[in-house]
């Protein structure tokens, strides 16, 4: 099957039609099922297929949304198209994560420590969510007070919670001399991994002349 070809389309597995979607209109969601990709046979996986039937305000029809659905469960057929549409707000949730909640920053060496590091985003993520009426915002200067906060805005804003919250941790200890390393303790080596770098091919310029 070719997406853009419909003249290679089997007949679908399923089909539903939802007759009226607040902000869709009538939306109609097909799906193929056992199918696999063109270069992996053994790979199963589900095509899905959704058309709004309401044309655009030029007389031309919406461009139709394919979805693949890869795993051996799967959701029912009137739930996992409009899942998707969902799409928008976890992006900006990914973006969010890495810039301010410094997901990628840390450089980790073992994928447990990476796992754990990850486990850590979703709790703080809705740390920031609850705390959103418990903070006083920290304006900046070249920002403008707002009533509705971002959780940007709280993360800015978090000091004043945390010094009426407190910290369980203990004080630092002041400096000292340093042990050192233990008499008879065996080094042992970090374990090093390749580098992984993204080469990006570029197209040759071609020396002959065109007219």
Known sequence: MRPGDPTTWLQADTAIEIDEHPDLGQVRVSQWLDLHFYRAPGQRVNLILVARMKPMSNGQPFPPLWLAWVGERTLPLETVWFKYLRRFGVDHWYRFAKQRLHWTLPNLRTPEQSERWSDLMPPRSWQLWLARDLVVENVLPWQSATINLT????????????????TPAKMPKQRGKSPGWEKGRVRTVAPRYPTVKKRVSRRKKSSRLVI
């Open 151 to 166: 959780p940007g805005r709280v993360a800015q804003s978090m000091l004043s919670l945390l010094v009426d919250i407190g």
